[in-house]
């Protein structure tokens, strides 16, 4: 199924605001225009150093440029696409600050 990213906007402006961020986003963004997922699992194939955040969750962290940005999408697959929902992003170093106080599960700053 294809992704509806639910707002692109949102990674638009951070790029804005960390315009070193800019071609990272910009290779994801080709990627994820590409996908046909079925199933969790398959975002991690086509991402391969992104984690799903506890099965119950669905969330998905991303690592983006080389592990220099981390975003946190929930994700709900519908009938004909999937849905994908930006919640956080940010830095490494802000991730683990965010792991740190265990609210990766439960952060929607977006």
Same mark, same amino acid.
């Given at each position: 199924?294809?992704?509806? &990213?639910?707002?692109?906007?949102?990674?638009?402006?951070?790029?804005?605001?960390?315009?070193?961020?800019?071609?990272?986003?910009?290779?994801?963004?080709?990627?994820?225009?590409? $996908?046909?997922?079925?199933?969790?699992?398959?975002?991690?194939?086509?991402?391969?150093?992104?984690?799903? &955040?506890?099965?119950?969750?669905?969330? +998905? $962290?991303?690592?983006?440029?080389?592990?220099?940005?981390?975003?946190? @999408?929930?994700?709900?697959?519908?009938?004909?696409? $999937?849905? &994908?929902?930006?919640?956080?992003?940010?830095?490494?170093?802000?991730?683990?600050?965010? @792991?740190?106080?265990?609210?990766?599960?439960? +952060?929607?700053?977006?």
């Amino acid at each position: 199924m294809k992704v509806h &990213l639910i707002k692109k906007q949102t990674i638009e402006d951070y790029i804005i605001k960390n315009a070193r961020s800019k071609s990272s986003f910009e290779i994801w963004f080709s990627i994820l225009k590409r $996908v046909d997922w079925k199933e969790p699992n398959e975002i991690i194939l086509t991402f391969n150093s992104t984690d799903i &955040l506890g099965e119950s969750s669905n969330r +998905v $962290v991303f690592n983006i440029g080389g592990n220099n940005y981390r975003m946190i @999408c929930q994700y709900h697959f519908g009938i004909n696409k $999937v849905h &994908l929902f930006i919640k956080w992003i940010g830095t490494h170093a802000e991730y683990t600050k965010l @792991c740190k106080e265990n609210k990766q599960y439960a +952060v929607n700053t977006f």
